[in-house]
Nanobody, 125 residues
């Protein structure tokens, strides 16, 4: 059974930084990817970044490219999202999710079966 637990959210001034963590268990390391999504009220979940666990390859949404970095720890238990130069429009609930890399596009929330509970990020302008 896959379990995902996010942490690290909070409130920060525009231009500041936060690091989110996604502790995971039960994923298939050789085939799964883990992605970060975000959602604001009334909007669909937006894919932010993905890391393919076996290869370490990453992809980012254009809106965060150059500001956010997704990475994983060597212990194969946690994926991080380092968020720098935060903007007010980054304010959202952030979720991590896992799926086999071959099941649909990384940015399509409907292709993921396993989700964490979310962590709130608020950026004050």
């Amino acid at each position: 059974q896959v379990q995902l637990v996010e942490s690290g959210g909070g409130s920060v001034q525009a231009g500041g930084s936060l690091r989110l963590s996604c502790e995971y268990r039960g994923v298939t390391y050789s085939t799964d990817c883990i992605s970060w999504f975000r959602q604001t009220p009334g909007k669909e979940r937006e894919g932010v970044a993905v890391i393919y666990l076996a290869s370490g390859a990453t992809t980012y949404a254009d809106s965060v490219k150059g500001r956010f970095t997704i990475s994983q720890d060597s212990g194969k238990t946690t994926v991080y999202l380092q968020m720098n130069s935060l903007k007010a429009e980054d304010t959202a609930m952030y979720y991590c999710a896992a799926k086999p890399w071959y099941r649909g596009g990384w940015y399509r929330a409907n292709d993921y079966y396993n989700w964490g509970q979310g962590t709130q990020v608020t950026v004050a302008s």
